[in-house]
């Protein structure tokens, strides 16, 4: 078996494989991927047969894998295994510190094996998009940028500025702050395929949950009649009763795991929303 870096042209493949999961990815997914992390996404092949992928994502010290699958005929080989130790080994390479993922409940074990460590749960939730009055969020713009990554970084231990300049270039009328006194004390983004929007990161001051609730009101409204994913720490209790009180209803969790440690550097407090669990 060989594990070769993901180019453009093996995009497809990638589509196929996780749709047959139901992920619903579109080919612009992978491709966003590829270009936040070009010698990070990896295929494994097999006589020159595709076989499993999976991505990764790293903001510095913190890095995230996810979209890890094998194909379904080719499981218990160490296919698995293998992708994600190599993984891992090229976050190592890079100096990423921590090393997280978002593991479905059934496949905790699976990573346990190759060192991960449960650290805590998150719910994802989903609803059809409403409108409500504007409560109050901007649009976010280029000049904003670097504030509101100085903003996520009181919350996130890594630096997510490629990462959200290419949401804002490709998303730019959904991603939303609130500053008070010229100082953000919020922000939230959603993104959208032709099949379904995905909201996050949500993060805002955690003392200000109401602010929180209208930077979330105020995507959704933008949103209209689209269903709509969020995933929550179930730690965050003022999260989660933002979200059921805007009518988002759970689907399922996955746990947080981290490579040899429990201690991600994460406040969880103010993460109210994680945006697509693949890249944390
Ligand atoms: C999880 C997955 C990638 C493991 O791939 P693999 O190539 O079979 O991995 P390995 O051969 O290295 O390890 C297989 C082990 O993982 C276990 N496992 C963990 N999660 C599993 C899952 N969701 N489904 C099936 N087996 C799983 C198997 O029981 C097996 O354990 P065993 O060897 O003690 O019997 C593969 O099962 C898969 O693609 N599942 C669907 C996609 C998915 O759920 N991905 C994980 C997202 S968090």
Not at 138 to 162: H, S, T, W
């Amino acid at each position: 078996m060989d594990i070769r870096v993901m180019k453009s042209e093996d995009v497809p493949f990638a589509v196929d494989i996780t749709d047959e999961e139901g992920w619903g990815y579109m080919e612009e997914d992978f491709q966003r991927l590829i270009d936040l992390e070009p010698s990070g996404c990896f295929v494994a092949s097999d006589d020159d047969v595709e076989v499993g992928m999976l991505t990764t994502t790293s903001y510095g010290g913190i890095g995230w894998i996810g979209n890890v699958v094998t194909k379904s005929d080719r499981r218990q080989e160490r296919i698995g295994s293998e992708m994600v130790k190599h993984a891992v080994r090229y976050l190592k390479d890079k100096s990423v510190g921590v090393i997280g993922l978002y593991s479905y409940l059934n496949a905790v074990a699976f990573y346990e094996r190759i060192g991960f460590q449960e650290s805590f749960r998150v719910a994802r939730f989903s609803t059809i998009a409403k409108v409500s009055e504007n409560r109050g969020a901007r649009v976010v713009n280029q000049e904003a940028l670097p504030r509101v990554v100085g903003f996520d970084q009181k919350y996130f231990p890594g630096d997510r500025i490629r990462l959200l300049g290419r949401m804002l270039k490709d998303f730019p009328e959904l991603f939303f702050s609130i500053e008070e006194d010229g100082d953000i004390v919020g922000y939230v983004l959603g993104f959208c395929s032709p099949k379904a929007c995905e909201i996050g990161p949500w993060m805002c001051d955690p003392d200000r949950p109401d602010t929180a609730e209208n930077l979330l009101i105020d995507c959704l409204t933008t949103l209209e009649d689209t269903v709509s994913a969020i995933a929550v720490s179930v730690d965050n209790e003022s999260a989660i009763q933002i979200v059921k009180r805007q009518g988002f209803e759970e689907e399922f969790q996955v746990s947080a795991m981290f490579f040899e440690t429990g201690d991600h550097g994460m406040n969880l407090k103010g993460i109210f929303g994680i945006g697509a669990l693949e890249k944390g």
